[in-house]
């Protein structure tokens, strides 16, 4: 299903974010950093303008959500 591969994409880019971020932070699971990063851009994906790309803002929108926990 078309849905499940772009979730686990979109699951990929948002762990390698999370990853950047949980090795600074000790006390927080990785997995937690996560689920909030997916729930971010979910939340977020109508101000993705399209000005870069997709990947990098995932990846922005990600790590600032991380950072945020």
């Known amino acids: 299903d078309v849905a ?9 880019l948002v762990a390698a974010a999370a990853r950047s971020v949980a090795a600074t932070a ?6 937690d950093l ?3 990063g997916i729930v971010r851009v979910l939340d977020q994906l ?3 303008e399209g000005r870069s ?8 929108v990600a790590v600032r959500a991380a950072l945020g926990e």
């Not at 790309?53 to 922005?60: E, G, K, P, Q």
């Open 46 to 48: 109508d101000r993705f």
């Open 34 to 36: 996560v689920q909030v």
């Open 4 to 12: 499940d591969v772009a979730l686990a994409d979109l699951r990929a």
């Open 53 to 60: 790309r997709f990947s990098t803002w995932v990846y922005a």
């Open 26 to 31: 000790r006390s927080v699971e990785l997995d």
